[in-house]
């Protein structure tokens, strides 16, 4: 009789917030993208490896994996009361993807520039008509920040449930010094809001504004002049970005972007060579940038810088599968030596999804990548891509405990393959089930 009082209820309150809860998962089929020295990156050949355990186990402290290893050398469980287990039911756990490329808030989708693709205007006409980011931007001119907050934690939300554990977002359907700071304090606001791990990047030159359109100089001027100390003041942005591209910005514009940002101690991730190779990728790596993106046309001499570099050239297929352009060159950058990072640029323009299984799927089957070179590049090339290697990108001690579980399945293979299907059946970030 006594024992049937006993408020279970109150005990588990009292050992969550006194004393340091640690979780122990078992029956994991397979540990995928285990690491024991750390390092930056994997390039060229070293991409076709991961490292994996069987029939293993994950300790977890405080948010942070402590432990992991087969089960067969596991030493059990010093002190029950104060442990969680948690059975992966014989599904495999992989870390959490690194989306190092995405403009997850925006105002409203465009479905309508869709329907126009299909009945035959390009991408590029669209933009000419005053479409594409312009037309993102005059609807994000008319947004409050509370809107833009509730429809970007939501989209928020949803890729976590597809398995993505760190974000970088990207302001650039702002457009003016108001709507630049609108977003970049949405995005400070969904860091506070969220487990998930958030890099902000400023992209005020993402297209010229109607009031600049015979004035880009007056348009670079703001950008530098006002918004970038201003948001580099307010701590708003981890990174700068440009979109480096024929009607757009210029390789001159870039540089003088660049090393303004540098004065301020912030790095560049930029948009290169996605319609024309103008010189975006030397430009940006001479000043110091963190990855190039998109890449989809290549030049011989982009190889050449990017070879020896600390740059990450930064893969989104998603874009070339929506727009119908051309797939960049992944497999022969790999080939030549390079790392790759595969991001989803998700954003209601180019990509309107921000599934990173599908990301990985269209690197095996568009970009010819291996299984294991797709897992490097959307794990700890994509973590090094946005600034946090040292903490995300594998399953390692000390790193954070962001990861997820699999229904169980045949081979780690399998997660590329089959297309189309939620295969994650939990998400954990920061030791805490989502
Ligand atoms: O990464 N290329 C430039 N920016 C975005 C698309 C922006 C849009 O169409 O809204 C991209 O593809
Ligand atoms: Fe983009």
Not at 148 to 164: C, D, H, P, Q
Not at 324 to 351: H, T
Request: aromatic letters at 8%; charged letters at 25%.
């Amino acid at each position: 009789g006594k024992y049937n009082i006993f408020d279970w209820s109150e005990f588990c309150i009292f050992t969550q917030s006194n004393i340091a809860m640690k979780i122990v998962i078992k029956n994991i089929a397979e540990l995928i993208q285990t690491e024991s020295t750390p390092k930056k990156w994997v390039a060229g050949a070293d991409m076709k490896n991961i490292s994996t355990i069987k029939d293993a186990f994950v300790e977890i402290e405080n948010g942070i994996i402590t432990g992991f290893g087969s089960m067969d050398n596991w030493s059990g469980i010093d002190n029950w009361s104060n442990t969680e287990i948690i059975d992966a039911e014989g599904g495999m756990i992989f870390p959490t993807f690194c989306d190092s490329h995405t403009h997850l808030v925006f105002a409203a989708s465009r479905e309508e520039e869709f329907v126009d693709r299909i009945k035959g205007l390009s991408y590029q006409e669209i933009a000419k008509k005053g479409g594409g980011i312009l037309n993102s931007a005059e609807k994000l001119q008319n947004a409050t920040e509370d809107e833009l907050f509730e429809s970007a934690l939501a989209r928020l939300n949803e890729v976590i449930k597809m398995g993505t554990g760190a974000i970088e977002i990207k302001s650039g359907y702002g457009l003016t010094l108001e709507s630049e700071l609108k977003i970049l304090r949405v995005i400070k606001r969904l860091k506070e809001a969220s487990d998930v791990t958030i890099k902000a990047t400023f992209l005020g030159a993402h297209a010229l504004p109607k009031e600049f359109k015979d004035n880009k100089d007056g348009y670079m001027d703001l950008v530098i002049d006002e918004m970038l100390p201003k948001i580099a003041k307010e701590n708003l942005a981890d990174y700068v970005d440009i979109f480096c591209e024929k009607g757009h910005f210029t390789v001159e514009d870039t540089k003088r972007l660049l090393e303004a940002a540098n004065k301020f101690g912030i790095k560049a991730k930029t948009h290169v060579n996605q319609f024309n190779a103008i010189g975006g990728v030397k430009a940006s790596l001479d000043l110091g940038a963190l990855s190039v993106d998109h890449l989809e046309q290549m030049n011989p001499e982009d190889f050449d810088v990017l070879l020896g570099s600390n740059c990450m050239p930064t893969i989104l297929p998603s874009c070339s599968f929506f727009l119908g352009i051309p797939y960049s060159p992944a497999r022969k950058m790999i080939d030549k030596g390079l790392p790759i990072a595969l991001a989803s640029d998700f954003n209601p323009g180019s990509s309107p999804s921000g599934n990173m299984n599908f990301v990985a799927s269209l690197g095996c089957i568009k970009l010819k990548m291996t299984p294991e070179e797709v897992i490097n590049a959307s794990t700890i090339n994509s973590a090094y891509a946005m600034g946090v290697e040292k903490e995300l990108g594998s399953i390692a001690i000390g790193k954070k405990a962001n990861l997820f579980i699999t229904k169980p399945i045949s081979s780690y293979a399998y997660l590329a393959y089959s297309f189309g299907e939620n295969i994650i059946e939990k998400v954990i970030l920061n030791g805490k089930l989502q």
